[in-house]
């Protein structure tokens, strides 16, 4: 029986690179306690992705985006009380 060599990981595309970076800054211990987070696009990622990111964020209820005239975006949300 032939074995298979170990799958090589590929690494993260341009959106999933830019997701994680946003998610980082969105769980960050002072974006946690402000419920609240300024993204800004880097000059390296694609703006379809960054349009794409922005526009899965909008989705989620209880979450809204302004966009800033610096070209930076501020997330807002709100957690919601549970009964």
Do not use: C, H
């Amino acid at each position: 029986m032939a074995k298979s060599s170990p799958a090589v990981p590929t690494p993260p595309g341009a959106y999933e690179r830019l997701a994680i970076r946003v998610q980082k800054i969105i769980n960050s211990t002072g974006a946690q306690k402000a419920k609240a987070a300024l993204i800004f696009r880097l000059p390296d990622e694609p703006e379809e992705e960054w349009a794409r990111l922005l526009e899965e964020i909008a989705e989620n209820d209880n979450v809204t985006l302004a966009y800033r005239d610096d070209g930076g975006v501020q997330i807002f949300w709100v957690v919601p009380k549970e009964d």
